[in-house]
């Protein structure tokens, strides 16, 4: 059934439930002399490209070919619109590689077709810190699907994460592959709910009218906790110390220091959004709540064409119940024109998200490790990890 799948190390489903198997890595670490020194071959017509995302232009390419060609939702109503800010920090983080940056061209016109990255991180997994790659952005134009190209993307990206001495990878994905380290919900909050039904992101709920469901939706103009401001950079230190001891709880989360800090979760225009509370009394950091920006382009609407969309991202309560922490993350989100906030059932999310109004959407969202084995699936409350 999974032709590629069945040949790689990854948890495979005829091993769903042997508690026999060990947890950790699947196969060892070969040295590094033995890893292919050349890149995996194309069909004839094709050839790799290391892009450069500080180029303009190639950046614009790699941003038209997503905006055309990349996720959409089961109905085709909706396509992911992720930002040229937003593509070159999510692929620019401390320690990068842009040889993990892969394309393929058509070789006559030079036209890219597809796409494939990486990034470093390292990920915990119960007590081990382990050096991985986080694979994203995975495309292939429409006119050239279903022709075996993502297999040999996926092997060409593994043989350059080898080539770094990276031997394991997490990866997110809307659909069922060998096997799922955990399968999580997708949740809604409507902010512009008239939009949003205009456009049939959603629907009028039974017995509701417009504006009764405008009014069951609508939000106070400021936030309310004492304290809540925007993440600045002299909070990195104190965020970087709040947010460790935050994640040393889950099963899964990434091991972040000052550096990544800095990178991930400081403000950056139109891609992420940080505050924090900070005591009136102590000055202390206590709580901090983040979202990201991933607009998603409406397909064939008269009226609008996109869709803002807000992503919960890190969020961390210790003095502000969280409920209300995220109260003012919506606040937030709605005075700065955003149309939904979206949420995962992971972390303590599930904590918030009926009681915030938040239901629950479509689409799933499966969470993967490559060459690591984890011996029973998790519960979504038990993944530290957001992937962009
Ligand atoms: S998830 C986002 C993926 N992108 C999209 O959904 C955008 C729209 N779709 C497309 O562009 C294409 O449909 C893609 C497949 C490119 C997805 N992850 O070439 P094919 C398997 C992994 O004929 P196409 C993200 O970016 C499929 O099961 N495998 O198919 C994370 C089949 O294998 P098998 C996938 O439709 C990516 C084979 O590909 C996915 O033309 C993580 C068919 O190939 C998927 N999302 O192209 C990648 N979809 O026969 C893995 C299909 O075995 C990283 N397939 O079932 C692994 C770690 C690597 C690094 C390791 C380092 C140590
Ligand atoms: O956005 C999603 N679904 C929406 C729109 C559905 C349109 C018809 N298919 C949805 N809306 C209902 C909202 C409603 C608001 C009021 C309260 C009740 C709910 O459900 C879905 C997620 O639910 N998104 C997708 O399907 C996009 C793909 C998701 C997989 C992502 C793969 C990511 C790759 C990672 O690298």
């Known amino acids: 059934k999974h032709k590629f799948w069945e040949t790689q190390p990854v948890g495979q489903f005829k091993d769903v439930g042997d508690t026999s198997l060990p947890e950790g890595p699947i196969e060892p670490t070969t040295p590094l002399s033995e890893v292919k020194q050349e890149p995996y071959n194309l069909p004839s017509l094709y050839e790799w490209t290391t892009c450069d995302i500080d180029d303009e232009d190639t950046c614009t390419e790699i941003y038209n070919l997503l905006t055309n060609n990349y996720v959409e939702d089961d109905e085709n109503m909706f396509r992911f619109n992720y930002s040229k800010e937003f593509l070159r920090w999510a692929l620019r983080p401390p320690g990068y590689f842009k040889s993990w940056h892969i394309g393929v061209r058509v070789k006559v016109s030079k036209k890219l077709v597809a796409f494939i990255t990486g990034v470093p991180a390292k990920i915990r997994v119960r007590d081990e810190v382990v050096n991985m790659a986080e694979i994203n952005f995975l495309c292939v134009h429409k006119k050239l699907r279903s022709k075996r190209l993502a297999p040999v993307m996926i092997k060409e990206i593994t043989r350059r994460v080898h080539l770094e001495n ?31 039904i205009d456009v049939g992101f959603s629907r009028l ?101 996109t869709l803002k969309a807000a992503y919960s991202y890190y969020n961390v309560s210790t003095q502000t119940p969280l409920l209300q922490l995220m109260n003012d993350a919506l606040i937030v989100a709605k005075r700065k024109d955003y149309d939904v906030f979206n949420a995962l059932d992971i972390m303590q999310n599930a904590s918030f998200l009926k009681e915030l109004k938040f239901g629950p959407g479509d689409g799933q969202l499966h969470y993967y490790l490559y060459n690591y084995r984890i011996r029973h699936t998790l519960k979504p409350s038990e993944l530290g990890l957001v992937l962009l």
């Open 166 to 196: 990276i031997w394991q990878a997490a990866y997110t994905a809307g659909v069922v592959l060998p096997t799922p380290i955990s399968t999580c919900q997708y949740w809604h909050r409507s902010l512009n709910p008239k939009k949003l």
């Open 205 to 305: 709920g039974a017995r509701m009218t417009i504006s009764r469901t405008i009014k069951l939706y609508k939000l106070p103009e400021s936030t309310v906790t004492p304290g809540f401001r925007k993440m600045e950079l002299r909070d990195v230190p104190a965020v970087t110390r709040l947010i460790r001891n935050y994640l040393s709880q889950f099963v899964v989360a990434p091991d972040f220091d000052e550096n990544d800090v800095e990178h991930w979760l400081l403000p950056t225009e139109n891609v992420v959004d940080s505050y924090l509370v900070e005591s009136p009394e102590t000055h202390e950091v206590t709580d901090f709540c983040s979202f990201y920006t991933l607009p998603s382009s409406i397909l064939g609407n008269q009226n609008y064409s």
